[in-house]
């Protein structure tokens, strides 16, 4: 689970990084949704932006994140992962008896050898997309411009059509408490049902909460890529409009402080 909020992490900081108006914009609605977190919601979007508003220091941050910190964090977490695999054995089928679990195949050659093909087949098929299916740069990021309809990738979509069901004061409850709950949910499962493993058709209620929850992200997904119009983005884009000249002489005094910008905005 942790390495799962991790992988989002690396999507949500990664995206920012190429700097035009999908990125930028994108950014804008998940910071104001970070935001929305009650207490910490207005110190935390100022740690990830680096202030006020999206800028040099937002990008700088995101590229260290992206490239330095979360990578070391996947790092340690793969580690600890695997630790505990060959620590406790793989899980097994639900009929095995604890002692047949840590009699499986041996990590070395077997194992490694699984994962290192694994591995390969993923890096081709990357490599192909990477080679073979374009996805061309936007227009260079734009802060004044209002008219601009942030569409996040589709792994968080879901989450994007989720925040159109709550406006007003119930924003929080879909930015912040359905998603926090889920995941504090499946992060403490292993403690909270600690039941003898059973086939799934002998857990009806884990198979019905868990088939419906891919069943909405799954049409949230849908509905997400339909109408991809995001209320939240255009408030933030008609107050951004209003500070529009503040917004490009700050850009431009931290593209003279930083040099981040030098190649890009001038
Ligand atoms: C699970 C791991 C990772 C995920 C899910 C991920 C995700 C992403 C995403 C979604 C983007 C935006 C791509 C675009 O829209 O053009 C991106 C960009 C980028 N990522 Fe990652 N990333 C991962 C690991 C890494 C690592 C380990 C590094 C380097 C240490 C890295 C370096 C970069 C750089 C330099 C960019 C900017 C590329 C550009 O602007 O064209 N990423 N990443």
Excluded: C
Excluded at 59 to 81: D, E, M, S
Excluded at 175 to 190: E, K, Q
Excluded at 196 to 205: D, F, N, T, V, Y
Excluded at 230 to 248: M, P
Aim: proline content about 7%.
């Amino acid at each position: 689970m942790l390495l799962f909020l991790v992988v989002l992490g690396f999507g949500f900081t990664g995206y920012l990084l190429p700097w035009d108006q999908k990125a930028y914009w994108a950014t804008v609605v998940s910071t104001k949704v970070a935001g929305t977190a009650p207490f910490i919601g207005e110190t935390i979007t100022k740690i990830l932006q680096g202030g006020e508003e999206i800028g040099a220091v937002t990008l700088t941050r995101f590229y260290a994140l992206h490239t330095i910190w979360l990578p070391w964090l996947a790092f340690g977490l793969v580690g600890v992962h695997l630790f505990f695999v060959r620590y406790y054995g793989s899980s097994g089928l639900p009929q095995n008896r604890p002692e047949e679990m840590n009699a499986g195949k041996p990590f070395y050659p077997d194992q490694l050898f699984e994962d290192a093909v694994a591995i390969f087949l993923l890096f081709i098929i990357l490599a192909a997309m990477a080679l073979f299916v374009p996805v061309p740069l936007e227009e260079l990021a734009d802060p004044a411009d209002a008219s601009y309809n942030p569409r996040p990738e589709w792994y968080f979509l879901f989450l994007f059509q989720l925040l159109k069901y709550f406006e007003g004061p119930l924003e929080v409850i879909g930015a912040f408490v359905i998603p926090t709950l889920a995941i504090l949910l499946l992060l403490f499962l292993p403690f909270l049902d600690k039941r003898e493993r059973a086939p799934l058709r002998k857990r009806p209620i884990a198979l019905t909460v868990t088939s419906l929850s891919v069943l909405l992200i799954v049409l949230l997904t849908i509905l997400g890529g339909r109408s991809p119009k995001l209320e939240i983005a255009s408030d933030e884009a008609a107050a951004t409009e209003q500070t529009e000249q503040n917004e490009s002489a700050t850009q431009k005094e931290a593209s003279e402080d930083t040099g981040v910008f030098d190649l890009d905005l001038e």
